[in-house]
Nanobody, 121 residues
Framework: QVQLVESGGGLVQPGGSLRLSCAAS????????MAWYRQVPGKERELVAT???????NYVDSVKGRFTISRDYAKNTVSLQMNSLKPEDTAVYYC???????????????WGQGTQVTVSS
C-alpha cells in the first residue's frame, strides 16, 4: 500500500520560512502529478501547488512568488519551500500523489497524514 510521509511543519514567525517534504513509498510503478494542499478548520481543503511528471508547476494566487514546489523523481519525493510566510498561511498541509501501482493500469490519489504549519508572532 502506498504511504506518503510528510515532514517539516512547525511554528514560524511572520516573514519566516519553512520547507515541507513528502516521501512516497510502497509498490509504486509511477507517479503522475504530486501536489500540496492545505486546510483550516471549517474550510474546504485548498490546492496550494502542483507539479506534473514533466515538471510543470502551478500555484494558487495567494502563494505565487513565495512558495516553490519541487520534486525528486528518483526518490519519489516532493517538497514545498515556503518563504515570506504570513499568518493566513497557517493550516494543516497535506501531500498528494497520483500513483500507478505495479501491476495496475490506472492511477489513484493518495494522501499524507498532514503536517501543521503555524505562522504567528
Amino acid at each position: 500500500q502506498v504511504q506518503l510521509v510528510e515532514s517539516g511543519g512547525g511554528l514560524v514567525q511572520p516573514g519566516g520560512s519553512l520547507r515541507l517534504s513528502c516521501a512516497a513509498s510502497g509498490g509504486i510503478f509511477s507517479i503522475n502529478a504530486m501536489a500540496w494542499y492545505r486546510q483550516v478548520p471549517g474550510k474546504e481543503r485548498e490546492l496550494v501547488a502542483t507539479i506534473t511528471s514533466g515538471g510543470t508547476t502551478n500555484y494558487v494566487d495567494s502563494v505565487k512568488g513565495r512558495f516553490t514546489i519541487s520534486r525528486d523523481y528518483a526518490k519519489n519525493t516532493v517538497s514545498l519551500q515556503m518563504n515570506s510566510l504570513k499568518p493566513e498561511d497557517t493550516a494543516v498541509y497535506y501531500c498528494n500523489a497520483n500513483v500507478r501501482l505495479r501491476g495496475y493500469i490506472s492511477n489513484a490519489d493518495y494522501w499524507g497524514q498532514g503536517t501543521q504549519v503555524t505562522v504567528s508572532s
